[in-house]
């Protein structure tokens, strides 16, 4: 399972090439394939990067529906209509396509955010604004991760 984490901000240059961040790519090594699908997000004014092993067993999912549904042929479009899939080049470098960059608002700085098993491309004032509205929603929802941590506490904080 991929797990992409931190916040790294980049240069896009004048030919919307940008550099995947050193830890992304190493994450995406660690995978077993640099190719990613990028793809612009269902909820948000971002581009969202999935490695194609988990973008794969994401977009299976739709095997789940009957094939010619309206709600298969609708996610069947949302997810693969545009979508790119890609891999960095010999210096880190992905070339983002016009529509995404316009999806995002990007201009000559790009957010890479990590998000465990994807990440998504900011502009970056935008990613900061998203990263505490995400953190306060999850406080005021009072969101947690079902069962128990690996390294289970007792009531009184030693190990169990």
Known sequence: MARFMGTHTNRL??????????????????LGSDEIVLRPSHQYACIEAWPMPEFDAMASKLDRLDVFSADQEDLA????????????????RIMLPEDLIAHAGLTDTVAFVGMATKFALWEPAAAKRRVLEARNGARERGLTLPGGSPTARTPTGGAA
């Open 13 to 30: 240059d004048r030919k919307g090439r940008v550099s995947v961040p050193a830890l992304f790519r190493a994450e995406l090594a660690r």
């Open 77 to 92: 479009t949302s997810l693969f209509a545009d979508a790119y899939p890609l891999r960095p080049d010999g210096e880190g």
